[in-house]
């Protein structure tokens, strides 16, 4: 009964009652300005790490709602963020997406998603239309459109962009090391003994693409093995590449005893030509992805994969892009490619090679 008095009654009073929660009953409860609460709100405030717990449990408490178009208003801002994917239902991107939104939404920003369908043109449009909008900052998730392009729209707004190492005012750049993770998961299947290893390429105008093809082709002259551009196949990154991309590598009777796929949409359709080719996995053939989207795991078998992170890409995406908005030099990097071993592959049976 002895806290009646206090702010946290008043606050419960007045949530029951209907009435309005105000910034300064938010920052009456967890002892500070409101001032401060408003900064840690708009995510231009840098502090401890107790203070900001203090405000999220008077919030929490309090039942206090922001009112975006004011908190925009009155910082020159309207807290949104805008977000160039390349395909919303994308298994890879759309924990990018979310990792994104998770990020922004604690910093009190909302995430706007619009689809690029991997054509400069058609993002050049997204980002006229997100402007439009009057995002306070772009994050392009990969994509087509050139560097200059991107580097003039930095010029105006704050821009980070995944899948590339430019360097432009205004602009971050956020890269994965696409060659490396390529190199790993042929290596390991070097190192199981297999020499007849297929390609499944990815859309080779992609940078992804590109990269991935010169791991698996720098892999092999490690091992002193000739690039064979037959073991070859395109794909472009979905499952019905793949499933294409392994019906054509039968049919043109090339021997192999191992497939990779530059990434898990199109080892997924792999697995699946195999298999009506009445071709195991890995007892016939050792099959290996890239991305470890979280289906790999439940795959049958379970995918081998190079593990990119790719919640942690958005996360990252997100962070740098708040810190862009309070006019901090970002410094993140992601963590480097890491194979995962599953039960897809297999060490080389002899007898069992095609």
């Given at each position: ?9 008043k ?11 105000t ?9 500070v ?32 709602v ?29 924990g990018?997406?979310?990792g ?57 707004l ?5 899948g590339?190492?430019m ?18 998961a ?8 297999h020499r ?29 093995l ?27 009777r ?11 949409q ?22 290996v ?7 790999s795991?439940?795959?049958i ?17 997100a ?15 992601l ?20």
């Open positions: 009964m002895g806290e009646g008095g206090t702010g946290q009654g606050g419960r009073r007045s949530a029951r009652s209907g009435g309005r929660v910034l300064d009953m938010v920052a009456e409860a967890a002892g300005s409101a001032a401060s609460v408003s900064r840690i709100l708009n995510g231009t405030a840098i502090v401890s790490g107790e203070k900001r717990a203090a405000v999220d449990e008077a919030i929490a408490r309090l039942g206090y922001p009112n975006p178009v004011a908190r925009g208003l009155a910082g020159g801002r309207t807290l949104s963020i805008g977000v160039v994917t390349q395909a919303i239902d994308s298994p890879f991107y759309g990018a997406l979310r994104i939104e998770d990020t922004v939404s604690a910093a009190g920003y909302s995430p706007l998603f619009v689809s690029g369908q991997w054509s400069a043109a058609h993002e050049a449009r997204c980002i006229d239309t997100l402007r439009s909008r009057r995002v306070d900052g772009v994050i392009v998730l990969t994509g087509r459109m050139a560097d200059a392009a991107l580097a003039a729209v930095a010029l105006e704050p821009v980070v962009v995944t590339r190492t360097k432009a005012p205004g602009l971050v750049a956020l890269d994965f090391d696409n060659f490396e993770g390529a190199r790993l042929t290596q390991h299947l070097l190192n199981l003994g007849r290893i297929a390609f499944i390429s990815g859309d080779l105008k992609h940078p992804d693409g590109k990269e991935r093809l010169r791991g698996y082709r720098a892999a092999l002259k490690a091992a002193g000739g690039y064979e551009p037959a073991l070859v196949m395109p794909g472009n990154f979905t499952e019905a590449s793949g499933l294409t991309a392994v019906e054509r590598l039968i049919d043109s090339e021997a192999f005893t191992a497939i990779f796929a530059a990434n898990d199109m080892a997924f359709g792999a697995g699946l030509g195999l298999h009506r080719r009445k071709l195991r996995v890995p007892h016939d053939v050792s099959l992805g890239f991305d470890d989207v979280a289906s795991v439940y795959s078998p379970p995918l081998t994969t190079v593990h990119h992170p790719v919640y942690e890409l958005g996360q990252m995406s962070q740098a892009m708040l810190q862009l908005l309070v006019g901090e030099l970002p410094t993140l990097a963590p480097p490619p890491r194979l995962v071993v599953r039960e897809s592959t297999r060490e080389l049976q002899v007898l069992r090679k095609r």
